[in-house]
C-alpha cells in the first residue's frame, strides 16, 4: 500500500508534535509526505498546494466564502480542505492507495451556506465533486466518527443518492436518501461502538460498493476529551483496522482519513502515527 500524509500544521496545541512524532514512519519508500506549513520549514519546499476558488464553489456559495475571510481564517480553512482534495487527486491518478490527512479544522459542520464548530470548508465534500469531474468516479461512501453530528456534510449530500454518508453521534435523524444516521448512546463502551460499527455500518458499505471511502475521524469521544462518550484509544485503531479492511475488500484500498474533532496532546501523539501505520501497513519497532 501506498500511503500519502497530507500535512497541515496551524497555531495550536494538539498537532505540536507532529511531525516529529511521525519519525520511523516518514522513511518508508511507501510513505509520502506532502505538506503546507510548519515551523521549521522553509516555504518554498512546500508540497501541499492550496484549491481554487472555483473548486470551492462547487460545494460553497460564495457569500459564505466571504464570510469565512472576514473570520480571519481563510488560509487555514483551505489548506485544511485541501489536504482531502489533493489526497483524493493522487488516489484517482494512482500515485497513492490511501492517506491521512492533518487538518487546522475539521469539515463536517461546514454545509454549502454555513459553517461552525471550528469547520470552514468541506474537504470531503469538494474532493468528491472533483473525483467526478477529473476522474469519473461515481459511487463514495463517507463514514463520520466525531462525536458530533456531521451537520454541514449531511446537508451537502442530502439529496445525492451516490454519496452513503454514516454518522456516529448521539442525536436521531431520519434517513434521507444515503445519509443514515446511527445514533450512539452518550455513554457507550468500546464493545459496544464496535459493534454498532460493525453490524450497523459494515454490512451497508458492502452493499452500497463505494469507488473510494472518506473516513471523518474525530476523537473527541475518547475518556477525558471535550466529547467525552466514554470511548478508549484503543478503540480507533481497531476502528481504524476494520475500516481499511473494508476500503480493500470493496473500494480496491482507497481510503483516506481526515482529522476532525479532538483537542489532547497527548492522544493526537499516541493514535495519529498508529492510524498511519495501519494505512501504510507498517510497524515501527517502538509501537510492537
Ligand atoms: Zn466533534
Ligand atoms: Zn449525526
Redesign the pocket.
Known sequence: MRTGIFFYYQEGNRLRDFPNALEGILGRENVFFYDAFYPSKPASSFDLNPVSYEALLQVHTSEMIEEVRRAGVFEGALLSASGTVRAAEKIGRGEIDNAFVFTGY?DHHAGPDFFG?GCYFNGAGIAIQELRKEFGVKRFAIIDT???HGDGTWEVFRADPDVLYVCFCGYLFREENSNINIQVPSRVKDEEYLRLIKEGYLPKVKSFRPEILFWNW?Y?GTQGEY?DIGLTPEVHIFLAKELKKIADEVSKGRFIIAL??GGRRDLAHYLIPRMIEVLAEVQIPAHR
Open positions: 475539521g464548530g466525531d462525536a458530533h474525530g473527541d466529547g476532525c474533532g
